[in-house]
């Protein structure tokens, strides 16, 4: 079974940094892309960021374009989501997400295992 369990969430001010952790388990991970997303209250889940299984593509939303940086470790079983410039739009729940088939890129409509989430607050 695939599990996603994210970390490091928490409450920053505006123009600070924060680093997402989703540590997967359950399968091999390295031929699937990962992806994060967000969801802020009364928003529909959006995808933030997506990266390919193997690392050599990537997608951002307009929104965190220079920004955010997505980035995995395969050794690990890891996927990241670097976060500079925080400002008070991006407060939201952050999902770490995986797809159900190889090799595939990462563009938002292939997702399907997720996780829990881990708040991500940033005051003005």
């Known amino acids: 079974q695939v599990q996603l369990v994210e970390s490091g969430g928490g409450l920053v001010q505006a123009g600070g940094s924060l680093r997402l952790s989703c540590a997967a388990s359950g399968r091999t991970f390295s031929p699937y892309a990962m992806g994060w997303f967000r969801q802020a209250p009364g928003n529909e889940r959006e995808l933030v960021a997506g990266?390919?299984?193997?690392?050599?593509?990537?997608y951002y939303a307009d929104s965190v374009k220079g920004r955010f940086t997505i980035s995995r470790d395969n050794a690990k079983n890891t996927v990241y989501l670097q976060m500079n410039s925080l400002k008070p739009e991006d407060t939201a729940v952050y999902y770490c997400?995986?797809?159900?088939?190889?090799?595939?890129?990462?563009?938002?409509?292939?997702?399907?295992?997720w996780g829990q989430g881990t708040q991500v607050t940033v005051s003005s």
């Open positions: 997400a995986t797809d159900r088939f190889q090799y595939r890129s990462g563009a938002p409509n292939e997702y399907y295992y």
């Open positions: 990266i390919n299984w193997s690392g050599g593509r990537t």
